[in-house]
């Protein structure tokens, strides 16, 4: 069998692009939720946040009660990668005089 060809979307702001997956969390919130990539293929970009990751390990499964709280929701690739940069939590800075926020 060949390779799954990656799927595509229609993204308002991006146009057509191939699919990823985050967690609902990630599109509710305004302050890093944390990213956590779940498939380094970069034709098939799932992630989610830290508290999803955290459901996942006490669940050590996909269960309906996982995916209930997970949530998934389809973007497109481009918009996949705006959240990674939104809520990742180690910044690799693009501009090394980035200001760093002390938690
Ligand atoms: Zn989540
Ligand atoms: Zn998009």
Known sequence: MPKQKPSYLKCE??????T??????????VDPVGFVENSSDPEDLQ?????????????KDMTEA???????AVVCCDCYHDFKEQHSR??????????????
């Open 66 to 72: 996982f995916v209930a709280f997970n949530d998934f």
């Open 90 to 103: 180690k910044r690799k800075g693009r501009t090394k005089s980035a200001r760093r926020k002390l938690e």
């Open 47 to 59: 992630a989610w946040c830290e508290e999803c990751e955290q459901f996942f390990v006490s669940e």
């Open 20 to 29: 990823a997956v985050v967690c609902c969390h990630m599109i509710d919130a």
């Open 13 to 18: 702001q991006h146009g057509k692009k191939i």
